[in-house]
């Protein structure tokens, strides 16, 4: 079976639509990503004004704490750019195909990145990126459980059949 055949186009809300949903969310973590590292000024304003509620907070910290956030910015774009990409690498491979291993790498990717991201906000007070996580987690989260029975329906069926059948 070829990947492009196996996504299912029947019906409006098949897996079609919510692989190109991530697909598209996948985009936007790149863009974000690569922002923060081609636009640092534009995106230390916007983190600036979601924690602090001033769009050019950074600076009053001095320049070496300044310089440093951005670095930290920098790195911290270079790999969610590099996290999307590998996204898509799984969305256009084994997710794509039907196979419950591209739909668990999905589902496990972005559990962790949210359990990790959310705990170390919420320790340091910023409730703020946890909501932003909270937004961002939806993109993939909706789509999961949108196609959760598509992957795993013929596993589940063929376990029970095994269990009684012992």
Known sequence: M???QSISRSRPGGR????QWMVFASWGVIATGLAM?????VMNRFFSLLFFSVKDHY???GKPASDYIT?????LGSVMAGWGVALLGVL?????SGSPDGWRSVAYSVILWFALDTSVSLAYGLWQ????NLII??????????TFRQFFEKSGATTQSRKKSQ
């Not at 256009?92 to 794509?96: A, L, S, V, W």
């Not at 990126?129 to 932003?132: C, E, G």
């Not at 987690?137 to 949108?146: M, N």
């Open 2 to 4: 070829k990947p492009r």
């Open 16 to 19: 079609h639509f919510w692989w």
């Open 37 to 41: 590292v081609v636009l640092p000024d």
């Open 59 to 61: 600076p009053s910290f």
């Open 71 to 75: 670095f930290a910015h920098g790195m």
């Open 92 to 96: 256009y491979g084994p997710f794509r």
């Open 129 to 132: 990126n946890a909501l932003l």
């Open 137 to 146: 987690a939806e993109l993939y989260v909706i789509p999961l459980v949108a």
